[in-house]
């Protein structure tokens, strides 16, 4: 983001202590394992997800760097009673990241006195359902 300053002669003038030099790039590699199985009245679904994330952030010489693995798990089952009656279970592990918007520690303004300012050290969330 590029600001530009009001001078005192009602010219805009580049701002570059106030403007947005933020690079972020973010490598994901995953692999799935999946298992389904069927005994008569009973069906079990297992699966695992396995990721491991790089991401490295710059924001005007201040460098985070991550690197982290993370086992995202999944289960379920069913078991029918009846046609009418049935038990169902489930689990699961699920990874929410960061955007860019929330990782970029420059200021960006809605209005004169609204802003909002990112973290670059915030973590992923995690949801176990």
């Known amino acids: 983001i590029r ?14 202590a106030r403007s947005n030099v933020f690079t972020y ?28 994330t790089q991401s490295i952030s710059d924001a005007m010489n201040s460098v985070v760097s991550r690197n982290y693995l ?10 029918s009673f009846n046609k009418s009656n049935e038990l169902s279970f489930s689990y699961s592990r699920k990874i929410t990241r960061p955007v860019f918007s929330q990782l970029n520690p420059f200021r960006f303004y809605f209005s004169p006195l609204n802003y909002w300012i990112g973290n670059p050290y915030l973590l992923p969330s995690f949801t176990t359902q």
Do not use: C, H
């Open 3 to 16: 600001y530009d300053t009001l001078s005192v002669n009602n010219q805009f003038i580049f701002d570059p």
């Open 25 to 52: 790039e973010e490598k994901i590699m995953a692999g799935y394992l999946a298992y389904r199985q069927k005994f008569e009245k009973l069906q079990i679904n297992a699966g695992l997800r396995v990721e491991n």
């Open 70 to 79: 993370e086992w995202l798990p999944s289960f379920s089952g069913s078991y």
